[in-house]
């Protein structure tokens, strides 16, 4: 009993239930050996993942929690291990972290999510949209709310990186630079700093390259690029044969080129705004050829063109017209007004044969020498032992040698041949010692412009230097000439029917029959018919500031129906200019194809 009572079951159970509860204790102990060991196992790799050298990881994330640099840390608007659990539980919308790079010259170029680095010293990187980029050596990390240095050259004006210049008129080409990538904090609100217009190859400010977009891929401005690339290719092309001269001026609210009042260098006889002109029609014309369009004056483009180069003016008081305007146009352009000045310090340009200015960003000049006739005013001793004025028609201007070598002339010559003295003919005209006792106006015309296309003919380089002639400036002297009270101050609208223009100056015919005569081309601005239509935009008696207009018609003798108002009809003439430089350029840039 003693013995069957000793190998009772506890509790009722059987020797079954005793056996297992034996054996139960064994396993729970290999169970917790294998727990400690999968522990272990998983400590030692999970540090050797984590601290393995290898570039290759097989665990990204790792990586990413590792080797983020020290700038990266800085950059970051969120945890480092974010990274971890962003990779354990991905969204549907990922949003990787990446790493943008910068061309070694400031362009930013396209970044990749898995790219390779193949060279340690070149920095060349690889991505799956076989858009290669480089690496500068400086800067690799990345880059936050960072502003793009200018894509030009300082020099010459040049594209760098993946930005392409179209030659004819400095459109971008197809891959432009521009960053489309996800939404990542190391590339947010970075823009560069000028962008390129699409009609005449300027600069915008703030204008950013960046689209957010889920996943990298090429921009579509690509296409857009190419569209406005062929778009001002054709305006060039359209230029070529346009006969800029035959059109009609059409009312444009966008005009003047240059605010009212604001350029302190217009002659005071040419300021009819700031004279206190009460109508303002006459500064919102813009001239429109019947066969193209003539492109807006760009005037930070046309600095770019005039780069490094002399632009001179040459003539009578109706070039310094023209002058002005031109310096008014480029001066307003320019952010640092400091940087422009005339070359001897005067602001008044009326006294003096020759002024500069200077263009100091562009290291340019547009200059002006007066010349009215071309040729050489003279002396000769008369009959009582004084002197009288003649004029050389066998000599050149004196001041010839001084602009022989500039890039760009611009010349005129017509109203000082209509004086009293020219006009006559009498003991005026010399050649060589012989003073003509009388001579037509006309044929001492051909002669003067003659020895003027022989003197370029001999001493200008047309393949530096590019000339231009502008014609005959029309007059609107209504009841009498200029000193014989001829007025023009009651006219506040254009010419606009052509019975009422006057016939083609027989002078300007004279000066066409001399270009067919001359081996240079000379570009000819033909403005006599373009201004014929513009008897509404002279000075007349608002030639002075502050005066009363009963003041106005007593103390001007003589109404100025000859010269322009400032803004006005020479700012046209200028805009035929910046067309003949853009086709200038083309024709150029073809012969060097050819």
Request: glycine residues 6%; contains cysteine.
């Amino acid at each position: 009993m003693a013995e069957t009572a000793k190998y009772a079951a506890i509790n009722g159970g059987t020797l079954f239930t005793d056996m297992k509860t034996q054996l139960s204790l064994p396993k729970t102990k290999r169970t917790v050996a294998c727990a400690y060991g999968f522990v272990f196992i998983f400590i030692v790799v999970t540090t050797f993942l984590a601290f393995s050298p290898s570039p290759n990881s097989s665990s990204p994330w790792f990586t990413n929690i590792f080797s983020l640099s020290k700038e990266d840390v800085g950059t970051s608007y969120r945890s480092q291990f974010s990274s971890v659990f962003s990779n354990l539980f991905p969204r549907s919308s990922k949003n990787n972290f990446e790493q943008p790079h910068l061309v070694k010259k400031g362009l930013i170029v396209e970044k990749s999510e898995n790219y390779t680095q193949n060279d340690d010293k070149g920095g060349v990187l690889e991505n799956p949209f076989n858009s290669s980029s480089v690496l500068s050596d400086k800067e690799s990390s990345v880059v936050k709310n960072e502003t793009l240095s200018e894509v030009f050259d300082d020099k010459v004006g040049i594209l760098m990186g993946n930005q392409t210049f179209d030659d004819k008129v400095g459109i971008f080409k197809a891959n432009q630079s521009s960053i489309e990538g996800s939404k990542s904090a190391a590339a947010v609100n970075q823009t560069e700093s000028r962008d390129f217009d699409d009609k005449v190859g300027i600069f915008k400010a703030n204008q950013s390259t960046i689209e957010k977009k889920s996943a990298p891929k090429f921009s579509s401005k690509g296409k857009s690029a190419n569209v406005e690339k062929k778009r001002d290719v054709d305006l060039v092309k359209s230029l070529l044969n346009c006969d800029f001269f035959d059109g009609n001026w059409v009312k444009d609210e966008s005009y003047p080129l240059y605010k009212p009042g604001s350029c302190s260098l217009i002659d005071e006889q040419f300021n009819c705004f700031l004279n206190d002109r009460p109508d303002s029609g006459y500064l919102k014309m813009k001239w429109k050829p019947n066969a193209c369009s003539l492109p807006r004056l760009n005037a930070t483009h046309m600095l770019e063109l005039l780069r490094g180069k002399r632009l001179v003016f040459v003539g009578d008081s109706l070039n310094r017209n023209m002058w002005e305007s031109l310096i008014c146009i480029l001066k307003n352009s320019v952010k640092n007004q400091k940087k422009v000045y005339e070359e001897s310090g005067r602001h008044h340009f009326r006294t003096e044969a020759f002024y500069s200015f200077i263009f100091e960003e562009y290291k340019c000049r547009v200059e002006f020498f007066v010349s009215p006739f071309l040729v050489q005013q003279w002396e000769v001793a008369d009959k009582k032992g004084g002197k009288k004025e003649t004029l050389r028609l066998d000599l050149i201007g004196e001041s010839a040698d001084k602009y022989k070598d500039a890039d760009i002339l611009v010349f005129n010559t017509g109203h000082w041949w209509t004086h009293e003295k020219t006009s006559l003919g009498k003991d005026y005209y010399q050649e060589g010692n012989h003073v003509h006792n009388e001579l037509n106006v006309l044929e001492a015309f051909r002669r003067a412009l003659t020895t003027w296309g022989r003197w370029i003919d001999a001493h200008i380089n047309p393949k530096k230097t590019f000339v231009l002639f502008r014609g005959y400036s029309a007059s609107h002297f209504s009841g009498g000439q200029w000193n014989s009270g001829g007025a023009c101050d009651s006219e506040t609208e254009p010419i606009k029917n052509d019975t009422y223009l006057t016939p083609y100056p027989s002078k300007m015919k004279v000066l066409e029959d001399v270009f067919k005569g001359m081996k240079t081309r000379v570009s000819y601005l033909n403005i006599t018919r373009m201004t014929d239509y513009r008897k509404d935009g002279h000075p007349s008696i608002y030639r002075k500031p502050n005066l009363t207009l009963k003041e106005r018609r007593s103390q001007w003798r003589y109404q100025d129906c000859s010269h322009w108002c400032l803004p006005g009809v020479p700012d046209a003439w200028n805009e035929l200019l910046y067309a003949e430089l853009l086709v200038r350029l083309h024709q150029k840039q073809q012969e060097k194809k050819s």
